[in-house]
């Protein structure tokens, strides 16, 4: 069925963690949407996004697009009734780590999307963990049914392939947030600041999240910084990637910083706003970063800047591994001596690192548009039918 008015459009609903305003999933969206603009132009459709979100009204004025409660089942079936097809993610959608309704929901969405005909899109999702297997059929049955699955690591497709899903039937391809661009015009502003600021401390962004409950985490990423600091002066600046959480959680750890932080080292917290290139942004102007948040690496690798990650979850030791890289520490074990030696040979030699992972990051690159491309050309099919 074509829905639009013109024989080529095609409206197609997004469904993922959006609205909340976290920079990460953020990002995840702005580049879905760039990317299907752009490879919808090169295939000769146009698609016209309808995002499901949270706060459909923000959600609108940040990206142009039309919104839709997601939570509202009329809302969402009105969208998919109207709709060409869905596109499923990305993020780490169906995992039930974080709570036991966030598989049975997403596959909901796809499911009623199958009932009514739609063509179903799963787009660089991270799958997993999943430790009720009850929830393993809700997973099978709607990527069995799915025109396009690509997951963004190789675990997450062995994953599928373990509940049944053919693997096949399966892509690997880099979270979307890899294929980001910075603000329009910041490049040549960058490229001047830079050019008048060399003689300026070197810039570590620090992107924390609240994960222990007795914050002995946040405890030992504050006693690394203080390592780091000792040995050498820098400006630690703090990156809120979910707000108001981690702007709350920056603020901890400073205050654990205060009285520690030697000769003229400073730690501040940014606030780029909800924008997600612009985040980007911010990150793109650190000399290295300290990482907690998956979204924060993968804006580093997007950027070339040299990182170390803390892992809190396989989804970080995964991505890391993609690019040849191990975490610097967990949650359980952070050693504030290792850490500072490993910061100060990224400060001391950016370009080693640089050189070093530069295939694997452009590599990365150039793929996170495939998802776009596979999903713009299925679309076309339809249209030539």
């Given at each position: 069925m074509v829905t639009g008015t013109d024989k080529k459009n095609r409206r197609i609903v997004i469904s993922g963690y959006y609205g909340f305003r976290n920079s990460g999933d953020e990002a995840v969206l702005r580049s879905i949407l760039l990317a299907l603009a752009e490879q919808g132009e090169a295939a000769g459709v146009t698609i016209q996004p309808v995002v499901l979100s949270a706060d459909p009204a923000w959600t609108s004025q940040m990206y142009g697009v039309e919104a839709v409660r997601r939570m509202?089942?009329?809302?969402?079936?009105?969208?998919?009734?109207?709709?060409?097809?869905?596109?499923?993610?990305?993020?780490?959608?169906?995992?039930?780590?974080?709570?036991?309704?966030?598989?049975?929901?997403?596959?909901?969405?796809?499911?009623l999307a199958q009932l009514l005909g739609k063509p179903t899109f799963i787009y660089s999702q991270g799958i997993g963990p999943v430790h009720r297997r009850w929830m393993d059929p809700l997973i099978r049955g709607v990527m069995r049914k799915s025109a396009y699955v690509s997951v963004r690591d190789a675990e997450s497709a062995e994953l599928l392939k373990r509940i049944?899903?053919?693997?096949?039937?399966?892509?690997?391809?880099?979270?979307?947030?890899?294929?980001?661009?910075?603000?329009?015009?910041?490049?040549?502003?960058?490229?001047?600041?830079?050019?008048?600021?060399?003689?300026?401390?070197?810039?570590?962004?620090?992107?924390?999240?609240?994960?222990?409950k007795d914050g002995a985490d946040l405890g030992r990423a504050a006693d690394a910084?203080?390592?780091l600091a000792s040995r050498r002066p820098v400006r630690l600046r703090f990156l809120p990637f979910h707000t108001p959480d981690?702007?709350?959680?920056?603020?901890?750890?400073?205050?654990?910083?205060a009285g520690r932080l030697a000769g003229g080292s400073t730690a501040e917290l940014a606030a780029p706003g909800d924008d997600p290139q612009q985040?980007?942004?911010?990150?793109?102007?650190?000399?290295?970063?300290?990482?907690?948040?998956?979204?924060?690496?993968?804006?580093?690798?997007?950027?070339?800047?040299?990182?170390?990650?803390?892992s809190y979850d396989p989804k970080i030791d995964q991505f890391l591994h993609r690019l040849g890289?191990?975490?610097?520490?967990?949650?359980?074990?952070?050693?504030?001596?290792?850490?500072?030696?490993?910061?100060?040979?990224?400060?001391?030699?950016?370009?080693?690192?640089?050189?070093?992972?530069?295939?694997?990051?452009?590599?990365?690159?150039?793929?996170?548009q495939q998802p776009a491309q596979q999903i713009a050309q299925l679309l076309r099919q339809t249209i030539s039918r």
């Open positions: 509202h089942p009329k809302d969402v079936w009105n969208a998919l009734r109207t709709s060409d097809g869905l596109i499923s993610g990305g993020g780490s959608l169906l995992q039930d780590a974080t709570s036991a309704k966030t598989i049975p929901y997403y596959t909901g969405v796809i499911k049944g899903v053919p693997h096949s039937r399966i892509e690997v391809v880099p979270d979307p947030v890899m294929g980001l661009p910075l603000p329009a015009g910041s490049a040549a502003v960058e490229r001047a600041e830079a050019a008048g600021d060399a003689a300026a401390l070197p810039v570590v962004g620090v992107s924390l999240r609240h994960w222990r910084l203080a390592e981690d702007a709350e959680t920056s603020k901890l750890v400073m205050e654990r910083l985040m980007l942004l911010e990150v793109s102007r650190c000399d290295a970063l300290f990482g907690m948040r998956l979204h924060a690496l993968i804006y580093a690798a997007n950027q070339m800047v040299p990182m170390l990650g803390l890289l191990d975490a610097i520490g967990t949650t359980e074990e952070l050693d504030p001596a290792a850490f500072a030696d490993s910061a100060e040979v990224l400060l001391d030699n950016p370009e080693a690192w640089k050189k070093k992972h530069r295939e694997a990051i452009e590599r990365l690159r150039q793929q996170s």
